[in-house]
């Protein structure tokens, strides 16, 4: 019975590690200067968003799932950049879940004071168009919809980064244009 239950924690520590690890040989995901995917989700409060939903506001997509340790502790730093941007009308942030039915995400948020905008997905196919493998995993995208960082776990990226980030870009596009070209921001 003792190595029944030695065996069952071993398995759930092994998982808890995966959303990082996985054993996928290729990571493959987006990154800076890459056009955002199609996609399009429904967030918890019923608005839905999409590249052309984004487009004109500067937006910063993490995703994770609340079995994910290292999502757990990345989704302070994204709520206190949801807390910051409240202010201001260009900005965006939200969470998509990858593989999290929305009860499990709605009684994780309540029980830790979270109030970031989340999209429950009972399934990896939004994420699997972003990422293969790693959780979590944060973009920060242009007005344009392109990809202007991207941060998975073995960078987390801190509060004070993702909001240089997202004011470099702010700054950036209020910039004039050149000839009549919008300044890039990559």
Do not use: H
Not at 27 to 35: E, K, R, V
Not at 136 to 159: A, K, L, M, T
């Amino acid at each position: 019975m003792s190595n029944r239950i030695a065996s069952l924690l071993l398995t759930a520590a092994t998982s808890l590690c995966s959303c990082v690890t996985e054993d996928t040989p290729d990571n493959i995901g987006l990154s800076a200067g890459d056009p955002l995917p199609q996609f399009s989700v429904t967030l918890n409060d019923g608005s839905s968003i999409s590249p052309s939903s984004l487009r004109g506001n500067v937006a910063v997509i993490e995703f994770f799932n609340t079995g994910c340790r290292d999502c757990r502790d990345a989704l302070p730093t994204l709520q206190q950049l949801y807390d910051w941007s409240l202010t201001l009308n260009d900005v965006t942030v939200t969470a998509i879940a990858r593989d999290e039915d929305e009860a499990s995400i709605a009684g994780y948020w309540l029980d830790n004071g979270l109030t970031v905008p989340f999209s429950p997905q009972n399934g990896r196919d939004v994420y699997n168009l972003f990422a293969t493998a790693g959780i979590p995993r944060i973009y920060v995208i242009d007005r344009q919809g392109i990809i202007s960082s991207s941060f998975g776990p073995e960078n987390p990226p801190s509060f004070q980064t993702l909001k240089d980030e997202v004011e470099r870009i702010r700054q950036a596009s209020r910039e004039p244009a050149i000839s009549g070209y919008p300044i890039s921001t990559r």
